[in-house]
């Protein structure tokens, strides 16, 4: 669907521009439009790189296991279906810490991960089981403490003070985690009582 509503604001674009006689503005705007994307993936990609690492070294030197551990009462109460030394729960908190720090794209192959070890340990193989719901609520709306991917935009676009958003992030982000969690349970308590 939001394919056809990118190609139908394209077309119009240049519908636009073809009446008003401006035709090639589309094309500067197109051949500006990916010199700005190239310049900022390029940026972009020394701050992944150097989180991915930290995060790398975290695991290699067993931080994460350490992690597990302290946060092992939480994670059982959020995931009580997932066994405590189980894969899944490695993947999942590497996948949450990498969104804690704001990698969003460092995230995203934990989560896969995350998700096939919990289909591993789902019974119904058809439909998501409750720990992989939950889940992807948490991973949805996780808290982020250091944006790290909008503060290197806001810095590389000039910005005077660009980790001036850190409060409100994690004030918004911790709402939202909030109201996944919330969700998640009263869905989960809504749906087990319907059937």
């Known amino acids: 669907m939001v394919n056809y509503v990118w190609l139908g604001m394209i077309v119009f674009g ?10 090639e503005v589309v094309t500067k705007a197109a051949l500006d439009g990916a010199q700005v994307a190239v310049k900022t993936s390029l940026s972009l990609i020394a701050i992944i790189t150097f989180w991915l690492g930290i995060m790398k070294l975290a695991e290699a030197a067993g931080l994460v296991r350490a992690l597990a551990y302290l946060v092992r009462p939480v994670t059982h109460f959020l995931f009580p279906s997932v066994p405590k030394d189980h894969p899944a729960m490695g ?5 949450l810490s990498a969104n804690i720090l704001g990698l969003g794209n460092a995230a995203t192959p934990m989560g896969l991960i995350a998700m096939q070890e919990l289909q591993k340990l789902n019974k119904n193989k058809d439909t998501a089981s409750e720990a992989m719901c939950t889940f992807l609520a948490l991973n949805t709306g996780c808290i982020t403490l250091i944006p790290t991917t909008v503060i290197g935009i806001r810095l590389l676009y000039g910005s005077q ?8 992030t994690i004030f918004a982000t911790c709402c939202g985690m909030l109201v996944a969690i919330l969700a998640d349970r009263v869905l989960r308590g809504m749906y087990r009582n319907r059937w």
Do not use: S
Not at 14 to 23: H, K, L, S, T
Not at 91 to 95: E, G, R, V
């Open 14 to 23: 240049i519908i636009v521009a073809g009446f008003n006689g401006q035709i």
């Open 91 to 95: 993947a999942i908190i590497m996948n």
């Open 161 to 168: 003070d660009p980790t001036e958003i850190v409060g409100t």
